[in-house]
């Protein structure tokens, strides 16, 4: 059922699009740094603001390694870099967007037309793409300021391999909700799903035991005309069900939505696609009290739970189960990452989970993906690039993870050293960390903001150290 | 003069062809690992000896990171890695091939045909395949063993890189003689000559004068038709001087030989293109005792001094200054990497150099790059990709120069941290220290024998406490 290549979701929040304002730029870099044989080049992007940024007295930059979608939607969601970097740095503040996504196409409307033209679409050559725009930003500098990474999310773990691979250009890291263990061999494939079914389960157990029952009673209704027509009508479906494999479909795209829920079950309204509550999960779940429910009744709350996800501003004509469970982001790209080196196993194989099982069928999911893109995906790259779990030569890295988010399974969630560090949130969903401030802050969000804060400052310490600036 | 490609030679011992015993294998790697736009691939070749391994104990895998030229004579001259494999630490012997040397041609005879073809010759693809080789060996191992690299001169900075990128496949790493300092901006490109200067200074400051005045004396013999006659026939030279500019030629060769025997100044007699005497600059200035020859005289003590490099054996017929200086090794593949990531500025500007004053001029440089190979060198690329000065975050490398090495002055000679040392050996030359146990050594390259393995120790220790293997 998730094939994998399940997309590392970004939640959009009620933020106003332009709530910060920056410069929109643009720097040309090779295509492919790794050889000489290929002397093209393209035009990435960068948001840039420099209001807060103090250079003479060596403030540092503060950069987002952009992951997979359009930057302006990561520069609008990640409120933490620009209240700190003004508040607290008087840093440079700068998203990079990664290659591929948004309006970095290297061969522009043709950059997924062939193996050949998508085939530089890999993470270290977006690295290289950072390392090219860092020195880009330094160039004028008389002397040299901190570069600190931020990212969520795949994000975070671009973040996280920057400073792995580049420590000279980028003195610390910020990985929130990094993933970087989801990949084959690491951790459990199931764990993701876990994680979904624990966030439910705590909120109600009912509403746990009302999804986890809803599969076959959706299996039974698609099997029949009669639960088809029922389905069609009650659930409102703009595209109705006309055969039993549809059922199929419907319950994709249900698991789609359990699952984004679980990611942004931020304590406060945001506005992930459609405008959401706070703590969506348990707003949803007041329409699920009864697991004992009858399956009418069940199919009938079900969906008003929904509601609470497709529906919260009651505008919503018909349910549109074929859409893109989240269109901002780049489907394409993704989809080839997750085809290549972004094998992330995810499962479900535990009779506690909420899922109907499903296996993790890489021979399935390597046809499919060459089918689509003529390569196989190969499952050990990544782990054979950044070493896995084994990164304790690593240093000047803060993962943080929260423990609501699925993501978290495959995070990194005890320090290696005292410079390679994790922060648990417990109350925490996917990257809240990096969000603006809120009201709604649960006390573990504030704590590891001003964690990160902390090692921020050690960081540049020890950079002006190395770098005989003296501090200001 | 020096035009930046001046090859990082490997000595070769005088240790007959074939005293180590070895298996050749091949292992199929991409040519392109950092795409996955070009699915081409290539065997890369390696040497490998398991008698002295015990892997049942977790011993380690001591790898060569092959450097720029045929892997056997890499094999055949670092004698240490067999001697300690063997009587200390029951290890598995590597010696893997870098592509585009040897029999490590990807696309055969054509590699070099095109641009396109060359274009993959770069030292990150190198490291790749290494990592591709490790994983392979690795594979049917049932608990992991550490791996530590060694290398000399180029091969000692890739195996210094290869620390730094692939921590968690290299525990550490043995760089001897590892110019990553001679990069543009990092050390002033007169360094090298200087060293040169010093140790024939040192040797005998009359042998050194007579050198510097050889110059103009040889200027002056080409610029006329009875100085190019007498020097054909005193030089004994293959093919004759016909005109002024043929002199240029003829200093050319000059400075590479001495910049050649600056390298392999060894203690005992050596084997570097043709039999070396021990300490061959000694024996070399013992015919040029005094500065203020005449001309003629001073042109034929120098043709005598030669000898020693040239003909010590007394069976060269005539001097042939058209001879690549070192054939054994990949002179298409060093001056390509020279010009693209190997940038390493070397001139001769000081008034004490023994060596005609000789910019570092770039933009001819660069040019003549062009019109051999159609690219043009990116003399910061070295610097972006591995860190130029700025390596504290590395760890677990030893960096060891000799100081009467030419390449010292591009070398690490101070410790950056406890698990990033250097070691001088005043009395060694290039990479004396990876060389076979001579009964001639000096103190201080048994002393620095003792220190690499020293460390090995500790970084073994490390590797086992991470993976909770009990040391056996």
Chains 1, 2 share one sequence.
């Not at 304002?21 to 840039?48: C, G, Q």
């Not at 789609?256 to 959401?276: G, R, W």
């Not at 417990?426 to 401030?437: I, K, Q, S």
Request: glycine share 6%.
């Amino acid at each position: 059922m998730w094939g994998g290549a399940v997309l590392l979701l970004l939640a959009v929040t009620g933020a106003a699009h332009g709530t910060y304002r920056y410069t929109e730029s643009w720097l040309t870099v090779p295509v492919d740094h790794f050889s000489f044989s290929n002397n093209a080049t393209f035009k990435m992007r960068y948001l840039i603001n420099d209001t807060f940024w103090q250079p003479e007295i060596n403030a540092p930059i503060f950069f987002y390694t952009g992951n997979e979608g359009d930057i302006t939607m990561f520069a609008e969601n990640t409120g933490f870099l620009w209240e700190t970097a003004s508040d607290d740095f008087a840093a440079l503040i700068v998203f990079a967007e990664h290659r591929y996504y948004g309006k970095s196409l290297p061969f522009g409307n043709e950059s997924f037309s062939s193996p050949q033209k998508v085939g530089y679409l890999t993470s270290q050559q977006a690295l290289a793409d950072y390392v090219d725009l860092i020195n880009h930003l330094m160039e004028n500098l008389t002397t040299p300021v901190p570069v600190i990474a931020f990212g969520g999310s795949y994000g975070g773990m671009l973040a996280a391999y920057f400073r792995m691979k580049y420590p000279h250009v980028v003195q610390g890291a910020i990985a929130a909700s990094a993933p970087i263990f989801q990949f084959p061999g690491l951790v459990p494939c199931g764990i993701f799903n876990m994680i979904v079914t624990s966030d439910f389960n705590s909120t109600s157990h009912e509403c746990m035991k009302s999804i986890q029952k809803s599969w076959k009673t959706i299996d039974s209704f698609a099997g029949s005309e009669s639960g088809r027509l029922w389905l069609n009508k009650n659930w409102k479906l703009c595209k109705p069900l006309n055969k039993t494999e549809d059922g199929l479909t419907l319950k994709t795209w249900l698991s789609d939505v359990l699952v984004n829920l679980a990611m942004v079950n931020y304590p406060y309204p945001s506005n992930f696609l459609a405008p959401l509550p706070a703590y969506p999960i348990k707003a949803m779940c007041r329409f699920l009290p009864n697991s004992s429910y009858s399956d009418k009744i069940l199919l009938t709350s079900l969906f008003k739970a929904l509601s609470v996800y497709t529906n919260y501003t009651g505008k919503t004509k018909c349910l549109n189960i074929q859409d893109d469970a989240s269109p901002q982001l780049g489907e394409s790209g993704w989809d080839f990452q997750a085809c290549t080196e972004m094998v992330m196993p995810i499962c479900s194989n535990d009779t506690k989970s909420m899922f109907e099982e499903a296996e993790w069928n890489f021979k399935k999911y390597s046809d499919s993906c060459y089918q689509k893109w003529k390569v196989r995906p190969q499952p050990d790259l990544a782990i054979k690039n950044y070493g896995g779990k084994d990164i304790s030569a690593a240093s000047n890295i803060v993962f943080s993870n929260g423990l609501l988010d699925p993501w978290a399974g495959g995070g990194v969630l005890r320090n290696y050293s005292d410079s390679l560090v994790a922060v648990l949130i417990p109350e925490g969903a996917h990257h809240l960390d990096l969000r603006a401030r809120n009201a709604a802050d649960p006390a573990s969000v504030i704590q590891a903001r001003e964690f990160h804060k902390h090692y921020i400052q050690q960081w540049m310490k020890q950079f002006y150290r190395q770098h005989k600036i003296s501090p200001h």
